[in-house]
């Protein structure tokens, strides 16, 4: 059965407007993640650029360092100065996939 030109528009989405609604949803496109008082800005992953997906999927799967200088990128240096540790990055993932699947479920911001 021909769906109608109504049915059509009700299943139309625009690029912006998906971009936006996945954003309040997840809470941002950016993750704030704080080692001893320095904040580091990171990328969700659901905004992760197509270099930086390139980078990773060029990367062994234990390679923790490695995916976690791609993730922080020039801001690697300074996240190993303040202590922080590439296992960090992989378990800020993990919180990162749990805490979304959950808001995505119930439509809620995430926590923080």
Not at 24 to 41: K, Q
Request: charged share 30%.
């Amino acid at each position: 059965m021909a769906k109608t030109a109504d049915q059509k528009r009700s299943n139309a989405y625009n690029r912006a407007t998906v971009k936006k609604q996945l954003e309040e949803t997840i809470g941002s496109a950016d993750i704030i993640y704080e080692v001893e008082g320095t904040e580091f800005l990171i990328p969700h992953p659901f905004f992760w650029s197509k270099d930086l997906k390139t980078q990773i999927e060029a990367l062994e799967d234990d390679d923790e360092e490695g995916i976690a200088q791609a993730i922080l990128g020039d801001q690697w240096d300074a996240f190993v100065a303040a202590g922080g540790e590439a296992e960090e990055i992989g378990q800020l993932l993990v919180v990162l996939q749990l805490d979304t699947k959950d808001s995505l479920a119930s439509g809620r911001p995430t926590r923080r």
